[in-house]
């Protein structure tokens, strides 16, 4: 073939000379910018996997420093709890001291007033100035709120962890199914009448400790009682007279013994160490004859789930709402018995996971440890210990104001306890899990997207090899058609 108005050798050789230089031009952009895919031309399919991947690493990324803001909010938090716990233990020492009474002058006492004083008025200054980036941490401000609270009917509600979801509120409902029972014993004086018709001693023990009684002949009931119940915050144990109908035994005077407190821990025993009369101690109850006497926890619901109760005291920790309460020993303690309340708001949201949804969140309250929230309801509060408080050592109120000290003592390490544990289980485990997953991630995105510079520089080797030999050949091809002329000379 001799033609030459339309060259296909050149034609073919441009066509692959085309090809293998876009091919070498991909190679040496690959391997200039380190990436497999800069476009979506490069792979579409690549592309949409590798742009998804990326988002869960930003949003990966983005948790592991929200988890590491939030450990540092906890561990601000829990720094000045431990302040709070030493000053705490610092007044109990002073209130021990003070109880010495018969060793000190009363100036002495005063200056450890003075102390104690000093030491509530630090509490609450830490509680009111203990902030990160100028939120407030210890005051109440990262507390939940709540409405509908009835403070006849439950006392000391903590609510510690809500999950609010897309709901505005989250309700609680609270019904006792049984009734909290203290541990109880009934003594009857059978052909006695109201006084001992022989000396007696008795053994009475409760959870704090024994105490043995000595009674002589013709003790009455009250005067035993009232011996009784003088000892009973060593006992724990507490005294009535009463007037029981025992079964067919008519109306008798009598002594009713029972715990302090509620509870499948409190526990009330009566033994008669010698002497005529206390031939039966009965439980009222069934009336059988028995010596010792436990008490009952209560049954109670909250939203229909069974709450963990020890005495009168309740503790929730549902799937969405984490709360400890003390129910009231008159109107929430007897079966059928309900009280409402609802939380609107509050609490420290922490973002915790990659995607935000409430299943990737904690919200977690923290109480105000400031001096009338130190304590509770039934023993008292840290202000009240305090100069002019009912239970001050100048006043003398020694015990009480110890076990003031020894709740909020109790309160602080719960709250400190609770802080640590989220830190700990919640914070410290969802930064290490997320780390892995970032670690995964990225490799897989890399897989995707990134060069492979091994076998680019082999497809770039191998392209400019073909760009040679192209070029080479289209230069034949260009020149063949000259070999016509030959004909023409």
């Known amino acids: 073939m001799s033609r030459i108005y339309t060259n296909t050798n050149s034609i073919a050789a441009q066509t692959a000379l085309r090809s293998n230089q876009m091919d070498l031009n991909t190679r040496l952009a690959r391997l200039s910018s380190g990436l497999r895919i800069k476009a979506g031309k490069d792979d579409p399919a690549g592309l949409i996997a590798s742009e998804t991947l990326r988002s869960e690493m930003a949003g990966i990324q983005q948790a592991i420093s929200n988890s590491q803001r939030a450990s540092s909010v906890i561990s601000t938090a829990e720094g000045a709890l431990n302040e709070v716990s030493a ?7 002073l209130i021990n001291n003070s109880a010495n009474e018969g060793g000190l002058a009363p100036e002495e006492i005063e200056a450890n007033q003075d102390q104690i004083d000093s030491a509530i008025a630090s509490i609450d200054r830490i509680a009111n100035s203990t902030q990160f980036e100028g939120v407030k941490l210890l005051d109440g401000n990262m507390d939940f709120v709540t409405t509908g609270v009835d403070g006849t009917q439950i006392a000391d509600l903590k609510i510690n962890e809500v999950r609010f979801g ?10 006792t199914q049984t009734a909290a029972e203290k541990g109880t014993l009934l003594w009857s004086a059978t052909g006695a009448g109201a006084t ?12 704090k400790g024994v105490e043995v009684f000595s009674f002589g002949t013709g003790t009455t009931t009250a005067e035993m009682v009232t011996a009784i119940n003088q000892a009973r915050d060593v006992t724990g144990v507490s005294a009535a007279a009463v007037a029981t109908e025992i079964k067919g035994a008519g109306t008798n005077a009598g002594i009713n013994f029972s715990s302090t407190d509620f509870g499948a821990k409190q526990f009330v025993s009566v033994e008669k160490v010698n002497g005529a009369a206390f031939s039966t101690v009965l439980n009222v109850a069934g009336y059988a004859a028995a010596t ?8 109670v619901t909250v939203n229909g789930v069974t709450a963990v109760a020890e005495g009168l005291n309740i503790k929730v920790g549902g799937p969405t709402l984490w709360f400890e309460a003390k129910l009231d020993a008159t109107n929430m303690n007897t079966a059928n018995d309900s009280t409402t309340f609802t939380v609107t708001g509050g609490g420290a949201l922490f973002q915790l996971g990659q995607d935000v949804n409430a299943q990737q969140q904690s919200i977690v309250g923290i109480q105000s440890v400031a001096a009338h929230r130190l304590g509770n309801a039934a023993e008292g509060y840290l202000r009240d210990i305090k100069t002019g408080g009912s239970e001050s050592v100048i006043a003398g109120n020694y ?44 490799a897989s995105e890399s897989a995707i997207r990134d060069a492979d510079f091994a076998k680019e520089t082999a497809a770039l080797t191998r392209a400019q090899i073909l760009v040679q030999a192209g070029t080479s050949v289209l230069s034949i091809a260009n020149s063949s058609p000259q070999n016509v002329l030959a004909l023409l000379g």
């Open 292 to 299: 010792r006497d436990a008490g009952v926890d209560a049954v």
């Open 196 to 207: 001992l018709a022989a000396a007696t001693t008795i053994e009475v023990k409760g959870n």
């Open 399 to 442: 015990q009480d104001a110890s076990e003031i000290i020894d709740a909020a003592i109790a309160q602080v390490a719960t709250m400190r306890g609770r802080l640590g544990a989220f830190q700990k289980n919640t914070l410290d485990t969802t930064m290490n899990s997320l780390n892995v997953a970032l670690e995964n991630v990225t």
């Open 87 to 93: 000053l705490l233990l610092d007044i109990k020492s």
């Open 166 to 175: 897309t709901a505005a509120s989250v309700a609680a409902t609270i019904e």
